[in-house]
């Protein structure tokens, strides 16, 4: 059941990233990251070729890269996607463009893409550049694949600029790909944002308990031993949501002022009282 509801949400994902991107995208030449925004550019170049089947010509070798370095089982996940994503880019394409306002293009464009991708990002499918982004950190041993998709993706607007000579066009694309990214990340994992907390202090118990009553949040005690002063100390490993920082803080400081605290983004927390695991 779970695995059938994840097909339907990529289906449906990768319908309204086609419909924004041939409605919106295309035929205001705006040229977004991706191999779309790639096929989109070529399309402008060459009207003949489509877009949806160019993109899933340019996703061939990527996905043989992918079979090769990042395995058989990430990179099959990739293939419906790309498919499904090509055909429906394809048969948007029919619908008349809905406008040729170019912010209106943008905007609605960048959050409909931003929405599609979310969606089967979200049940683990996905292609283009973010393959890419994983067999070039598999390649170069770094393993930080967001920054190798953006630059993959960067370089895509910059081409697009390049070849349309219209700086106009690379900010509106650069807009576009704000708006997607920024979309796409709501979609994935919703606006309740948690924060990873380190507290390192010699009154973890008490600042424990203050804690545990006052959020309803669970705490792991740790003890860990500060290398400069070879003192043993108690660090306290939580997460919380970000609207409970303020209270933490306070609660810190009122209980033990010289503490360390530690708070860092947690893009996804699983478990009880958070999200389903």
Known sequence: MRAASGWGAMLAGCAIYSFGASVFLVPNSIVTGGLTGLATLIHILWERIPVGICSIVLNIPVLILGFIFAGKKCTFKFIPTVIFLGVTTDLFSLVPPVTDDMIMATVCGGLLCGAGSGLFIRNGFGGGTELLGRV?????????????????????????????????????????????????????FGLKRSKLCIV????????????????????????????YTSNEHQLLLTCIYS????????????????????????????????GQL
């Open 243 to 274: 609207r409970q920082i303020v209270f933490l803080k306070e609660t810190v400081r009122r209980i033990d002022g010289s503490a360390f605290v530690i708070v860092t983004e947690s893009s996804e927390v699983l478990g009880k009282g958070f």
């Open 136 to 188: 070039i950190a598999k390649i170069t041993k770094t393993q930080n694949i967001p920054l190798w998709v953006g630059i993959c993706d960067g370089a895509i607007v910059l081409a697009g600029a390049a070849a349309l000579v219209s700086f106009e066009k690379a900010f509106y694309g650069l807009v576009t790909v704000f708006l997607c990214t920024k979309t796409s990340g709501f979609v994935t």
């Open 200 to 227: 390192i202090s010699d009154k973890g118990g008490e600042i424990a308990s203050a804690l545990i009553a006052g959020s309803k949040r669970g705490i792991t005690m740790l003890r860990g031993v500060g290398m």
